[in-house]
């Protein structure tokens, strides 16, 4: 075998990389931004909310954390359905994620690029649209060595930023000390309702966690270091999260907001003034930066796990480059989604995604209980951790996936339609199996034998 015709993904990632993605695909700076939102919802007790939906989304993390460690291998959601709940029931686990992946990229991208023109208002959405997609699908060709390089950086200004406004509400309540220190975790007009609806606003701030079991086949020791990594990117997401509402609601009390979505840069201007809250609006747009180089990061991996599977073009996505050991056609087509984006509104483009994510989170909890019916007599596995914490996972998000919009919902519905149909097509109406690992799969898991358990590789095999 060459490396020219049967290049494949290079284990190059550790632990800090993987984590350093996952934080930036959630965007650190994301707390900032929708504070004031989660603060009204939750009648002045944000801190709690993030506190709830942590805990909430700990348990799916926990299943994913498990499912990493059992296969050690790209495809996430998708793959771990494949293998647990039949090929079929993959296939559209994979294609409801799929959904998102591809217009994750865009709604990031645009994103971004509303905050640029809002800071540079004489160059245009549109322009900023193909200078950030371009930026980001350049570095993402490359290879990923630089990529993660470069997102670490990213990461690190953020969250350095992120966490120098902290420093300044700080200061401020050294200065100025609250009425209460308890009243942002629970007060006079806390409700449970209220809160937990708050908690499942904050559990979109969570989304992107598990693209780190993307980045499996290009991690070093995965069986070890994704779970980890999983783990960390929550506990991490959701520690920045709590305390950064809990001093932003120390800050500013109570739910009373002139405009909430802009609470953050009035509390930066109170905190620092004018110039501090340029910078700390700064901080977001590098934050979306580093989450845009994430999240097409894995997006085009996804498509090459597919692509590699047969499900799709295998000769345009299964195909890695053996220069830059990188699925260049997988990142060049997401890359090219931010057309599609170039006369989207936000609120439009939205609409597209979440549906998925909270599709794979039911189906990987699902998986765990799966795996404990089918291996509970020849391994030891507890039932707390394989079959009640999973039902929970799977109960709090069948919950969050019928919280969406109508429009998300229905475009979500819509999507899987089109996705059975094409199951139906390419299995002539079931008369043929979907299509399964391909040989170059088998032999890049020989490669890496080291990390899968013989179990799992006879499974896989």
């Given at each position: 075998m060459t490396v020219a015709t049967e290049a494949h993904l290079a284990r190059r990632l550790t632990l800090p990389s993987v984590v350093a993605f996952g934080v930036s695909y959630m965007?650190?700076?994301?707390?900032?931004?929708i504070f004031g939102i989660?603060?009204?919802?939750?009648?002045?007790?944000?801190?709690?909310?993030?506190?709830?939906?942590?805990?909430?989304?700990?348990?799916t993390a926990l299943s994913?954390?498990?499912?990493?460690?059992?296969?050690p291998v790209s495809?996430?959601?998708?793959?771990?359905?494949?293998?647990?709940?039949?090929?079929?029931?993959?296939?559209?686990?994979?294609?409801?994620?799929?959904?998102?992946?591809?217009?994750?990229?865009?709604?990031?991208?645009?994103?971004q690029s509303i905050l640029l023109n809002a800071q540079f208002p004489a160059i245009?959405?549109?322009?900023?649209?193909?200078?950030?997609?371009?930026?980001?699908t350049l570095v993402n060709i490359v290879g990923i060595v630089v990529a993660d390089r470069v997102n670490k950086i990213l990461t690190g200004v953020a969250v350095f930023?992120?966490?120098?406004?902290?420093?300044?509400?700080?200061?401020?309540?050294?200065?100025s000390p609250p009425v209460s220190y308890t009243a942002p975790l629970w007060n006079s007009a806390s409700t449970i309702a209220g809160v937990s609806a708050a908690a499942a606003i904050a559990a979109y701030s969570f989304l992107g966690f598990d693209a780190v079991t993307t980045l499996a086949e290009e991690t070093k020791e995965p069986k070890r270091t994704i779970p980890r990594a999983v783990i960390l990117v929550v506990g991490i997401g959701g520690l920045l999260f709590i305390v950064g509402a809990y001093v932003m609601q120390l800050v500013h009390p109570g739910d009373l907001f002139e405009d909430a979505q802009a609470a953050s840069y009035t509390m930066s201007v109170d905190v620092g003034g004018q110039f501090f809250a340029d910078w700390t609006n700064l901080a977001g747009i590098i934050a979306g930066s580093a989450s845009c180089l994430a999240v097409q990061l894995s997006t085009s991996r996804l498509l090459y796990i597919m692509g590699r599977d047969g499900v799709l073009s295998k000769r345009v996505f299964g195909y890695v480059n053996p220069r830059t050991l990188t699925p260049i056609y997988c990142v060049l087509i997401s890359g090219a989604m931010c057309f599609v984006g170039l006369n989207l509104s936000l609120e439009t483009a939205t609409g597209f995604i979440n549906f998925g994510?909270?599709?794979?989170?039911?189906?990987?909890?699902?998986?765990?209980i799966a795996y404990y019916l089918r291996h509970r007599r020849t391994r030891r596995l507890s039932t707390l951790g394989y079959v009640v914490l999973p039902a929970v996972g799977a109960m709090v998000s069948i919950y969050l996936l019928t919280q969406l919009s109508g429009t998300s919902l229905?475009?979500?519905?819509?999507?899987?339609?089109?996705?059975?149909?094409?199951?139906?097509?390419?299995?002539r109406g079931f008369r043929r199996p979907t299509p399964e690992l391909s040989i170059d799969y088998e032999q890049s898991l020989v490669g890496a034998a080291e990390d899968v358990e013989p179990a799992t590789r006879e499974q896989l095999t």
């Open positions: 965007a650190p700076s994301l707390v900032m931004v989660i603060a009204v919802a939750s009648s002045g007790t944000a801190p709690t909310a993030f506190a709830l939906a942590t805990a909430a989304m700990l348990v994913y954390a498990k499912l990493a460690g059992i296969y495809g996430s959601a998708y793959f771990y359905a494949r293998h647990n709940l039949g090929s079929r029931v993959g296939f559209l686990v994979g294609w409801s994620v799929l959904l998102d992946y591809l217009f994750l990229p865009m709604v990031a991208w645009l994103t245009p959405i549109w322009v900023w649209m193909l200078i950030n997609a371009g930026f980001t930023l992120v966490l120098l406004f902290f420093a300044y509400c700080v200061k401020t309540l050294a200065g994510a909270f599709t794979a989170f039911t189906a990987v909890n699902v998986c765990v229905a475009i979500g519905l819509g999507w899987l339609a089109i996705g059975v149909g094409y199951l139906l097509w390419l299995t």
